[in-house]
């Protein structure tokens, strides 16, 4: 499964990857790409997400409330589903 976590700024996503790849060192950093919305003019409202591959298997509801509280000290979120 893969774990989509969203934030606004770069720097945060890029530290959420690192912390990520700390936790779980078996799972590698995380990527980091760019997510313009559909008809999205302004790039400065572009979306930055951690992309964790491999990383939703076999995850608790804790390991999955304490990604969650990760990506809140961020101002970001998980995407479900």
């Given at each position: 499964?893969?774990?989509?976590?969203?934030?606004?700024?770069?720097?945060?996503?890029?530290?959420?990857?690192?912390?990520?790849?700390?936790?779980?060192?078996?799972?590698?950093?995380?990527?980091v790409?760019?997510?313009?919305?559909?008809?999205?003019?302004?790039?400065?409202?572009?979306?930055?997400?951690?992309?964790?591959?491999?990383?939703?298997?076999g995850?608790?509801?804790?390991?999955?409330?304490?990604?969650?509280?990760l990506?809140?000290?961020?101002?970001?979120?998980?995407?479900?589903?």
């Open positions: 499964m893969t774990v989509l976590l969203v934030f606004g700024e770069r720097e945060d996503a890029e530290e959420v990857a690192e912390t990520l790849g700390e936790w779980f060192p078996g799972l590698g950093v995380p990527r790409v760019r997510e313009t919305l559909a008809g999205e003019d302004d790039a400065e409202d572009a979306q930055w997400l951690v992309v964790a591959e491999g990383l939703g298997e995850l608790d509801e804790a390991a999955l409330a304490g990604l969650d509280e990506a809140e000290r961020h101002d970001g979120w998980r995407e479900t589903g």
